[in-house]
């Protein structure tokens, strides 16, 4: 023999371990591996860390993102409150959140203020177009207000508005709405209602309400195309004052109707004012 080495022998051939090209050694194993298995071996590694850091920026954005909506809100809040910033950082958002809402409703009668009633009336109006439902708006005037705090005082006017109030809150669905406009006006939104059947569920209430003592007069408009809220309870509201004046009951001056607020803003307790 020539005393070379057989093929493969330790120190010889392709590589150590039998592996082509050679390897790297892991420490503190005894094992050899490839290039490629200790990239794999270095990426399993590195996935945990690129988690955790993901998991981390994930949250601190939606965190960010959080606060941010929050702060959107609690601004637009103390907008319709009319709050100041000053008053606005001593108050939580579930604070704002709850005097907005007693905020929302008239103190005496316990139907909603004309400004947050009006934005529920632009809402149904909006989703009426939407659905191309009926929406049919009363426009509701109470009777002989301003003879009862004259000749009984306004604690006879407020528990005739109480009983007005009460009368069609009772009498409407669950889905209708009842708005104090102004001192003895009241607005009724009846979603999903033709004029007709309006008309007709006012009546039942007023001949209801006839029978405890509360007289009102009552018009219906029903919304037509692309009119708006302001055209809309005008109508109402000129349809109201034709039948008042049948019954004898209409005042000798009439503005021709308030426009709705603007925007919604609390309200000191009303004060009754007859008609």
């Not at 007069?217 to 004052?241: C, H, I, K, N, T």
Request: glycine fraction near 14%.
């Amino acid at each position: 023999m020539n005393g070379k080495p057989p093929s493969g022998a330790a120190g010889g051939g392709p590589g150590a371990g039998g592996r082509p090209g050679g390897g790297i050694p892991i420490p503190f194993t005894g094992l050899v591996a490839s290039p490629l298995d200790v990239a794999l071996l270095s990426a399993l590694a590195v996935l945990p860390l690129l988690g955790g850091i993901w998991v981390l920026v994930f949250g601190r954005a939606w965190s960010e993102a959080r606060r941010s909506r929050e702060a959107q809100i609690r601004l637009a809040i103390a907008n319709e409150l009319g709050l100041r910033p000053r008053e606005l950082v001593s108050l939580s958002t579930g604070a704002l959140f709850k005097i907005r809402e007693e905020a929302a409703f008239d103190e005496l009668t316990g139907v909603l203020r004309r400004a947050a009633g009006m934005s529920a009336l632009d809402r149904e109006i909006a989703r009426a177009r939407r659905q191309r439902s009926a929406l049919s708006v009363a426009f509701v005037d109470v009777d002989g207000l301003k003879r009862a705090n004259d000749q009984r005082g306004h604690k006879a006017g407020d528990e005739l508005l109480k009983g007005l109030s009460s009368a069609l809150k009772n009498g409407l669905r669950g889905q209708d709405l009842v708005a104090r406009y102004g001192g003895d006006e009241f607005v009724c939104v009846l979603p999903d209602t033709a004029a007709d059947a309006a008309r007709a569920k006012l009546g039942s209430i007023q001949a209801k309400a006839g029978k405890a003592g509360v007289g009102f007069s009552f018009g219906v408009a029903q919304l037509e195309g692309s009119e708006d809220l302001v055209s809309l309870l005008g109508r109402a509201d000129r349809e109201m004052y034709t039948a008042k004046a049948r019954r004898g009951t209409a005042p000798q001056l009439r503005i021709e109707p308030p426009a709705p607020l603007p925007s919604f803003r609390p309200e000191s307790p009303d004060l009754n004012v007859g008609a």
